[in-house]
């Protein structure tokens, strides 16, 4: 699961000593967002989030960024994951 020298801040973001890592679900975890930046004001978006998808909100000079990350099963047919 997750590395034990992983501090937990809650359940769906990590820190490392300056970093910060953005996960989401329950079951096998395939997709991540790390923030270096700990001064970025960042919140993940829950409702598009899931153990393949990550989307995060960052402020930066009161404009909003959207960021997101996707993992795809090379091995999956993608009208099979509907």
Do not use: F
């Given at each position: 699961?997750?590395?034990?020298?992983?501090?937990?801040?809650?359940q769906n973001?990590?820190?490392i000593k300056k970093y910060k890592i953005f996960t989401s679900g329950e079951g096998r975890i395939r997709a991540a967002i790390v923030i270096t930046n700990n001064r970025l004001d960042t919140l993940l978006i829950k409702q598009l989030s899931d153990e393949d998808?990550?989307?995060l909100e960052v402020i930066i000079d009161n404009k909003i960024i959207i960021l997101a990350t996707m993992y795809s099963d090379i091995s999956q047919r993608i009208e099979i994951d509907g």
């Open positions: 699961m997750h590395s034990r020298t992983i501090y937990n801040l809650n973001c990590w820190s998808t990550i989307v």
